[in-house]
């Protein structure tokens, strides 16, 4: 099956400081990226929508600014967290559609997840 | 708008007894509608999904689920609950678009008894 690589899984960082975490799509070119974020014993919330090439959409309540996104291939989207606080500390899961199956009845592969904690 | 609804946070089972896990979505077209497993710090793995055809769908690790239009449902179920299956379970309903992002259900998470 399709796999999608999140690197780092785990990191751990200083308040202030910012953190890079990586997706790519290992054998398949996804255009679209998500990323989701997990509070402990709680479900995904959709943090935005990835397009390569394109800005990435935010959903409510997510600060663009805060959460960069960057969809720069077809394999590779980042999320970077800027001048992260231990409020930012949550399980970062991103996931991709392979292109080839198509709409929304493809399935979603997802990431292993990195966990930030934030001190 | 779609949402997912499932009931119950928490179930627990004995060791080789049925599994049910419940998922009530809400959707103005069509869904496409999935079963996720998540292991603790893991990802989450595609149980099954239903597209479109045969509405009982079986997937991985003898789990299935039947696509109920008129109850709006799409349960889960095993017939007989193995150790290795204590996890926590999403179920999601996407809409007919390719960037159309999933939309999860809160989870429920299964604890098998020995």
Known sequence: ???????????????????????????????TMFWYRQFPKQSLMLMATSNEGSKATYEQGV???KFLINHASLTLSTLTVTSAHPE??????CSARDRSR???????FFGEGSRLTVL | AQSVTQLGSHVSVSEGA????RCNYSSSVPPYLFWYVQYPNQGLQLLLKYTTGATLVKGINGFEAEFKKSETSFHLTKPSA???DAAEYFCAV??????????FGK???LSVIA
Do not use: W
């Open chain 1, 1 to 31: 099956g399709a796999v999608v690589s999140q690197h780092p899984s785990r990191v751990i960082c200083k308040s202030g400081t910012s953190v890079k975490i990586e997706c790519r799509s290992l054998d398949f070119q996804a255009t």
């Open chain 1, 63 to 65: 600060e663009k600014d």
């Open chain 1, 88 to 93: 930012d500390s949550s399980f970062y899961i």
């Open chain 1, 102 to 108: 198509g709409g929304g009845s493809g399935e979603l």
């Open chain 2, 18 to 21: 049925l599994v049910l896990l």
């Open chain 2, 82 to 84: 193995h150790m290795s």
């Open chain 2, 94 to 103: 996407s809409g007919l678009s390719g960037n159309t992002p999933l939309v």
């Open chain 2, 107 to 109: 989870g429920t998470r």
